[in-house]
Structures are given as structure tokens and as C-alpha cells.
């Protein structure tokens, strides 16, 4: 049997499995519709110039030189996109307990409650996970992973940070800090959400000294109370998962007593204060597939949502509720129905990669199409926020990207299969059944 077709297929998923480690080689994407998702925005038949990993100059008629010219023939060039607040490298099969890292489990009951924001969920991080691929090869460059809670946890689900999928092992920003608030996280503060309130202002008093460390009443460590002090009067960006008005605007209030930096996940209902998160400099990064009240904190919810918030002049970036690691490329999909339900192209585009870049902290990394910037691009087959178009090449930092995956040999492998063997008229996958 011939087995180079087989080898082939191996060392195409391989090279696709394994970090961008070569040294990324001189490009110049010719004649693109460049978004750059800056104050620049669209640029037509553009030319971009990357040298060294970086951008190196944006225009038209930029002479090649030794670079690799891709000839984009108008096709539409963007900054490698976010894939949102997700579990990509720290879970590996959503249904297998031992491939999930993301979230602490120590206590059982509300009389063991641990809570640990010193938990730092980066630390498990594996840069060769199977769902980096996948990701990439959508467009995404780059994501937050995610500290969520669980059952046995705390309302204060631990650290994480922005990691780029260019399988490089560390983050690329600061920490932030995750909180769940409302209903979702009623069974970790005494089964009320007016527990939520009254443990978040024990936890700020025990940081700032004034609950004794050695109180019985105490809930943090020392490590914990060191790590919390740092997020207090704005040194660190806080995430919260609520969706709620009513939680919000407390949300709101206790932000602004404690100086706390935050962000949104979710924020089903975050349109009926767009104002007061426009005022506060709060990012929402919304879901707008979550756009029917499928729960007592989203009766609100509105297909217009992310319309709504930007129109008040808060900064609105996309994350999913659910699933978002083995799915990240519906972050596109959120997206195109924002836009189809009033929110402008341009700002829709800035949701996935300024506005979470900015957010996060690596906005000097990554995000925009810019001179200096790391060359984090995709060249698309069309409008990137129709999911009818798909990613022609990602690079990351200047490296072209294997536009392979587990998925698309999987798809590959059984959609053109290798002729059976003479045996029987099973695929090549099958061995040949022995009588």
C-alpha cells in the first residue's frame, strides 16, 4: 500500500498541531481592502509590508524587495481576531474532567467557602492544545482565558490573562480578575445574590487590612488578600459575568466606591444603563446569541443590544456564554448579527480586536493593523463577518499559519477517503476485518 498520501496528511497535521516556532519570512500583501481598526480605518487596494514579524509599512506601490509578495486582489485584510473570554489551552474535552483547568473547586457547601483570587489558571496554559488549530485557522489570534467558577468554589473565580495562539506558553498581558454575579452564581453566597454584595465588601475589608488576618471570620489567604489589593483604586481590570440591570447597576456602584477597573461578560440586559457604563468607561462584551430571556436575568434581552450600547458610546467587544473554546469561531457569527441589527460594520469589527486589545492590556501587541505593530493579519475570501466567508491565511507575528487542523483533516480524511482496500469497502480508517 503506497503510505505517502498517509505521511503526508501526518505532517501537515503535525506541522499544524506544533508552536509557530520558525522565523517568520518577509511578506507584502498587495492590493487589500485593509481594516486597519484604528482611526485610519479602511484603507483600499493597500499594500502592507511585513518584516522582521512586524508591520513595517502600509500603502500602495510598496516595493517587495526580497519579501514574498500575496497578491490579495482586493480581498479584505484584518488584524487577527479575538475568540473571546474562553478556556482554549485549559480545556482540551468539555465532558472529560481531567482536561478542564479553569476553575477551583475546594469547598462543598457555603459553610467551606474557599475563595482563592490568587488561583491563576494561566499556570496550566498548554500551548499544544488540539483547540489552538482550530481556532486559528478561523481567524483568531488571540483570547482571555477565562477563571470561571464551579460548584465548591467561590463568586470569585481566580485570574486569568490574553494569550496569543501562536503556541508561545506565556500570556501576553496583565492579569484580570474574574467575578460572576446574579443568578448564575446564587449557590456560591448563601443562595441569594444580595449574599454577593455583602461577601464582595468582606473581601475588599479584608484586603485593605481592616478584617485581622487572623479573624475566624477571614476567607482569603494571604496570598489572597495580596492579590485582591492589587485589582483595588484601579490596578488591575476586573471581568464580571452578569447580565442583569438591576445587578449592574449595583455592579456599577460598587465599582466606583472600591475604584475598581471593570469589564462586562454578558450584560444580557446592559443596554437599559448604556449611559451610566458609557460615563463609567466600562467595555461590555456582549452575546448576541443569548437574545431571548432564557432565564430570569435576560427577560431583557435584545437582539439590539450591542446597537444600543454603542450608540451611547460604550465600547462593545463579543464574547460567548456557552462553549466558546470548542467554538470560537461563532465570535464572527455574534458579530454579523450585531451589525445586522444596527450596529455599524467598523464597530462591530473593533469588538474583536481593538476594543478587547485595548480592554485587556496588549493593545501594543496585537488588535490593529498598524506601523510597528506584530503582524497579527488575516487575508479573508470576503467580509469577515459573514460567516459565508472563511480565513484564506492567518499570520502571526509575521509566520504564516498551517491552515490545518484536526478538524479539517478529519473532514478531509472522510470526505475523500483513499480507495478501500480490495478486502471489503470499508474506509482506510477501518483495518480490514480478518474471517
Request: net charge positive; proline share 6%; charged share 20%.
Amino acid at each position: 500500500m503506497n503510505r505517502r498520501p498517509v505521511l503526508r496528511r501526518a505532517a501537515l497535521l503535525l506541522a499544524a498541531l506544533l508552536p509557530l516556532s520558525a522565523a517568520a519570512q518577509d511578506v507584502l500583501i498587495r492590493n487589500a481592502t485593509v481594516h486597519t481598526a484604528t482611526a485610519r480605518g479602511t484603507l483600499q487596494d493597500t499594500d502592507v509590508l511585513v518584516q522582521g514579524g512586524r508591520i513595517a509599512a502600509i500603502g500602495t506601490g510598496l516595493p517587495a524587495g526580497s519579501a514574498q509578495v500575496v497578491d490579495a486582489a482586493g480581498a479584505p485584510l484584518t488584524p487577527a481576531l479575538f475568540g473571546g473570554i474562553t478556556a482554549i489551552g485549559i480545556e482540551e474535552v468539555s465532558g472529560e474532567a481531567s482536561t478542564r483547568d479553569g476553575a477551583l473547586a475546594l469547598g462543598q457547601n457555603a459553610r467551606d467557602i474557599t475563595v482563592r483570587p490568587e488561583f491563576d489558571v494561566t499556570l496550566a496554559y498548554n500551548p499544544e492544545s488540539i483547540l489552538l488549530p482550530v481556532a486559528r485557522v478561523e481567524g483568531i489570534g488571540f483570547t482571555l482565558l477565562n477563571a470561571g467558577t464551579t460548584a465548591g468554589g467561590s463568586i470569585i473565580g481566580g485570574q486569568g490573562a490574553v494569550v496569543r495562539l501562536d503556541g508561545s506558553p506565556d500570556p501576553i498581558g496583565p492579569k484580570a480578575l474574574f467575578v460572576s454575579l446574579g443568578a448564575r452564581a446564587s449557590s456560591l453566597s448563601g443562595s441569594s445574590r444580595a449574599g454577593q454584595w455583602m461577601l464582595l465588601d468582606q473581601l475588599v475589608d479584608e484586603a485593605r487590612g481592616r478584617i485581622p488576618a487572623d479573624s475566624r471570620f477571614a476567607l482569603l489567604t494571604p496570598a489572597g488578600r495580596a492579590t485582591l489589593a492589587r485589582y483595588l483604586d484601579g490596578g488591575g481590570r476586573v471581568v464580571v459575568a452578569v447580565d442583569r440591570a438591576a445587578d449592574i447597576r449595583q455592579l456599577l456602584r460598587w465599582a466606583h466606591k472600591h475604584k475598581l477597573k471593570i469589564a462586562i461578560a454578558g450584560g444580557a440586559e446592559a443596554w437599559k444603563l448604556a449611559p451610566e457604563l458609557a460615563r463609567a468607561g466600562v467595555p461590555v462584551f456582549v452575546d448576541t446569541l443569548a437574545n431571548l430571556p432564557g432565564n430570569f436575568d435576560r427577560l431583557g434581552a435584545t437582539l439590539e443590544n450591542a446597537a444600543r450600547l454603542h450608540a451611547a458610546g460604550v465600547e462593545v467587544g463579543f464574547s460567548q456564554s456557552d462553549d466558546a473554546s470548542h467554538n470560537a469561531r461563532k465570535v464572527r457569527q455574534l458579530a454579523g448579527n450585531a451589525v445586522a441589527n444596527g450596529l455599524p460594520w467598523e464597530a462591530a469589527l473593533a469588538g474583536l480586536t481593538r476594543v478587547p486589545a485595548q480592554a485587556f492590556g496588549v493593545a501594543d501587541r496585537t488588535g490593529t493593523i498598524a506601523v510597528g505593530q506584530p503582524a497579527d493579519l488575516v487575508l479573508w475570501s470576503g467580509d469577515p463577518l459573514d460567516v459565508a466567508h472563511t480565513a484564506r491565511q492567518v499570520w502571526l507575528g509575521g509566520r504564516a499559519v498551517p491552515m490545518r487542523s484536526r478538524q479539517t483533516e478529519l473532514r478531509d480524511r472522510y470526505l475523500h477517503p483513499a480507495p478501500a482496500p480490495e478486502s471489503g469497502a470499508l474506509p482506510r480508517a477501518y483495518p480490514p476485518r480478518v474471517d
